[in-house]
């Protein structure tokens, strides 16, 4: 799905485990950067509005 705020695409993706199956979305802004993820589909994740931001995800260690 094109995000259009950020001029990107997000990806909706299910995960299996052991019988187990929960949506999980993965968005990309322009350059190709990952800008969020999470459990939940691309839908629910624009009308909460966590796909404002075009910002990459900064890295933890």
Do not use: H, W
């Not at 187990?20 to 624009?46: D, H, M, W």
């Amino acid at each position: 799905m094109v995000v259009p705020g950020i001029n990107g695409v997000c990806y909706n993706y299910l995960l299996r485990n052991r019988g187990n199956t929960s949506p999980y979305y993965v968005v990309f802004n322009a350059q190709g950067r990952v800008v969020n993820a999470g459990y939940i589909a691309c839908e629910k994740a624009l009308a909460a509005g966590y796909l404002d931001s075009s910002e990459p995800i900064k890295p933890r260690y």
